[in-house]
């Protein structure tokens, strides 16, 4: 069974950081492309950040660059988030999603994980 379960979320002023992390198992991780996608409230689902199955690549959401990084542990099945200089404008429900920017939403629910809510008060 396919299971995304990310951690780490919580309540942050503006201008603190949190370090996500994104549990996998059920496929086979180190051969997937992963990505971080977040839904804020009222809003769809917003790509920010992906990386390559050995981590050699990585992209980011012009929205986050140079505050975000995004890093895997293969041996652990385990992506994670750094998430630092945080806006208010990062509030969401923040998702590990199986694929690429341009794959991702064609996996469905299924591996995108529950997600963990980020809240950073204005």
């Avoid at 069974?1 to 996500?20: A, D, F, I, K, N």
């Amino acid at each position: 069974q396919v299971q995304l379960v990310e951690s780490g979320g919580g309540l942050v002023q503006p201008g603190g950081s949190l370090r996500l992390s994104c549990a996998a198992s059920g496929f086979t991780f180190g051969n997937s492309h992963m990505s971080w996608v977040r839904q804020a409230p009222g809003k769809g689902l917003e790509w920010v950040s992906g990386i390559s199955s050995n981590g050699g690549i990585k992209s980011y959401a012009d929205s986050v660059k140079g505050r975000f990084t995004i890093s895997r542990d293969n041996a652990k099945n385990t992506l994670y988030l750094q998430m630092n200089s945080l806006k208010s404008e990062d509030t969401a429900v923040y998702y590990c999603a199986k694929g690429s920017k341009y794959t991702y939403s064609g996996y469905g629910r299924g591996y995108w994980g529950q997600g963990t809510q980020v809240t950073v008060s204005s």
